[in-house]
Structures are given as structure tokens and as C-alpha cells.
């Protein structure tokens, strides 16, 4: 090659838009030989530390599908919602345990509201890419459970202007109706403890609760609520790591798409990533969102996700977390122009870049935490 990737990334920052060119994500991974000895010691990690809680889900997914369906059911019936949407790590199957103890099995769970999605129009943020305000389209009066989470707001503040959709209203309302359900409900009541968490709320389960004390924790959900606005779909949560600026800003999500392309071998892969990070401190910074994204290129540029050819598709997701440290420049997926390294600060990158080098390169190092 005449040009290395990093140079070709350097090329591509700058101006108002971050681009990087796909041949830099083009990374050969020919140059590393999956001996024996590495692909049983990935095997026998994967097995030990990165399989999938199947059965830690089965003790608790009865429970759960019946809370959901009793959910949907309400909202559906009262026009709030058309379906939830099942997304996150627990449904993609690359949940992993924080610690040796604990899986923490959380849910994350999409409402969707599709009712209005020709009420409102999506108001780009030009300043930050896949951000943007709900407005209330043309002069129309507002269906009146629209209504309730829409607020006034130009460039100067609120009270004058025109009507958005208001991320705390959103989830007052769904919270409100949310908490009557479960008091009402035989199912959930006294076993369900609910708070909000930002633009979302989380549902705390306590099913062996009794009627004068909470039991024990056994799993949590995040109920995001997510308008459809025609064909694209918007939550107020920002990606870890980010934030959004105020009540009316809301983020393009494309957790569904996430979930559909995460397939086969590429899940070991992943879960395998999220360990090793979890286990090494200086890579703490690095989300579970940097190591998914990274995979989906290698997904793109690599077509054998045979068992046999795992650690060399982990040594290119390595290889493309490294190359983006060093130049400071990891794209969105979905969304080239956002740089999902931009926050990150130069002295985290550098770290973490000499580490995954260290990882990926020097004999030994990742078998010997592969033998851990």
C-alpha cells in the first residue's frame, strides 16, 4: 500500500464532518496464524468467562415476558403505544458478567410510539450529526395525548415559538401511567419498584417479595420511550458516554439494525471483547458501543465467522480499535459523520492505543489471559 491507514485517516479529519475512508478499515489480518494452543485457550475463556447466561435468562424470562405483554397490553389499549421493541445486550445475546459474581441481567425494552409520525417532523441539530428536536408539523392542532408531552421553544428559551416533543413531559407521562399499572396490577404489585433514569424509567424486580419487605433484586429493565418519525426512529437516551444538550434533543437509534446484523460467531467475538476489557482497568473508557462498532467493520470486511477463525476476526477488532485510537477517529456505524472518539481525551487514547498494541502484537500477552 502506498499510504498507511492512519495517514489515510488524517487526511479525512477535519472541516465540519469526520469521514473515514472504508480502506482503512481495511485491515489485513492474513499476517497472524491461529495456532492450536490460541484457538483452545479462546475456546476454554470463551467457555469459562464469555458464554451466554442461558440459563440465568431462563430463570428469569417467564417472569419478564409476562410483565411486557401486561404492559403492552395497557399502553396499546389506552393509544399510548403501538408494540414494544426488545433491544440491548440481553437481547442481542453478547450479555457478559461485570464481575465473576454477577451477571446484573438488565433489559432494555423500546416503547414505540408510532401513532404521530406524521404529526412531527424531525429538526436536525447541524451542529451535532444524528441529533435532532421533534416539532409539532405545520399549524395542526395536536392529538391530545401528543399534547401532553409537548412544549414551546425557539431560540430563546420557551413559553413562545413553536411545540416539541419535551423528553422530561415523556417520561412524567409514562411513568405516571406506568406506576397506576403496576399498583393495579396482581402480577406486579409489591414486586416491581419503578424510577426514572434519565429519559427512560427503570423497573426493578423483586419477585420473591413479601408483603411487609423487598426481596431481592433479581433483574432491571429500562423502558425508553422512542417516536417514530416516519421512517426513523428517536430516543432522548444518548450513547454512553455522550449527552444530549437538553429536553428537546433526541438521538436517532438504531438499535434495532444493531440487533439484526449481530449474528453467529461474531457474538462469541464480542463477548470475548467486553471480558478482556472488563478485566483490564486501562481499557475501561472503551464502551461496549467503541467494541461493537469496531466489529460491525470487521463484519463487513471479513466473511468467515467460523469457530476456527475467531481470534483472527478478535485480532482485527483489536486492529481497528488501535488504528482509531491512534488517529482519534472511530465513525458511527451508521452515522459517518459522528466520530464516536471525539470526547475522548487524547492521554485515554494513548493508553488504551499502546495497550490493545500490546494485546495484539507481543507473544504471549493474550494467551496469557486467554489461560487466566
Known amino acids: 500500500m502506498s499510504s498507511t491507514p492512519l495517514a489515510v485517516a488524517a487526511t479525512l479529519v477535519g472541516g465540519a464532518g469526520i469521514y473515514l475512508a472504508k480502506k482503512m478499515f481495511d485491515y489485513v489480518t492474513g499476517e497472524w496464524e491461529c495456532s492450536t494452543e490460541l484457538f483452545e485457550a479462546f475456546e476454554r475463556f470463551h467457555n469459562k468467562y464469555a458464554r451466554e447466561p442461558k440459563e440465568e435468562m431462563r430463570k428469569v424470562m417467564n417472569i419478564h ?129 419503578l424510577r426514572k433514569h434519565g429519559p427512560a424509567v427503570q423497573m426493578d424486580v423483586h419477585p420473591d417479595s413479601g408483603v411487609f419487605f423487598w426481596g431481592s433484586r433479581l433483574y432491571s429493565v429500562d423502558i425508553v420511550p422512542a417516536y417514530l418519525v416516519g421512517r426513523e426512529m428517536y430516543v432522548a437516551k444518548p450513547i454512553k458516554g455522550e449527552e444530549v444538550k437538553d429536553d428537546m434533543t433526541w438521538r436517532l437509534s438504531y438499535s434495532v439494525q444493531e440487533k439484526e446484523k449481530l449474528t453467529g460467531g461474531a457474538k462469541n467475538v464480542l463477548r470475548v471483547l467486553k471480558v478482556i476489557r472488563n478485566r483490564e482497568p486501562g481499557l475501561a473508557p472503551l464502551t461496549s458501543y467503541h467494541l461493537k462498532t469496531a466489529l460491525f467493520y470487521e463484519m463487513d470486511a471479513e466473511f468467515d465467522w467460523s469457530s476456527r477463525s475467531l481470534v483472527l476476526r478478535l485480532l482485527g477488532v483489536l486492529g481497528r480499535l488501535e488504528m482509531g485510537l491512534s488517529s482519534g477517529v472511530l465513525p458511527h456505524y451508521f452515522i459517518k459523520d459522528v466520530n464516536l472518539l471525539s470526547s475522548m481525551s487524547s492521554w485515554s487514547r494513548s493508553n488504551m492505543h499502546d495497550r490493545i498494541r500490546r494485546l495484539r502484537t507481543k507473544n504471549g500477552v493474550l494467551l496469557k489471559i486467554f489461560n487466566s
Open 65 to 193: 415476558h409476562e410483565y411486557m405483554m401486561e404492559i403492552q397490553s395497557h399502553f396499546q389499549g389506552r393509544g399510548i403505544c403501538h408494540y414494544l421493541q426488545y433491544t440491548g445486550s440481553s437481547y442481542e445475546g453478547v450479555k457478559v458478567k461485570k464481575n465473576d459474581e454477577d451477571y446484573d441481567l438488565e433489559f432494555d425494552v423500546m416503547m414505540i410510539i408510532d401513532k404521530h409520525k406524521y404529526e412531527l417532523e424531525a429538526v436536525p441539530d447541524q451542529s451535532r450529526p444524528g441529533y435532532a428536536s421533534l416539532k409539532l408539523a405545520g399549524n395542526q392542532p395536536s392529538e391530545p395525548g401528543l399534547d401532553k408531552v409537548l412544549n414551546y421553544w425557539n431560540f430563546f428559551g420557551r413559553f413562545s415559538g413553536d411545540r416539541y416533543v419535551d423528553s422530561s413531559k415523556t417520561v412524567d407521562t409514562f411513568f405516571g401511567v406506568l406506576q397506576k399499572l403496576i399498583n393495579d396490577s396482581d402480577r406486579m404489585k409489591g414486586k416491581v419498584k
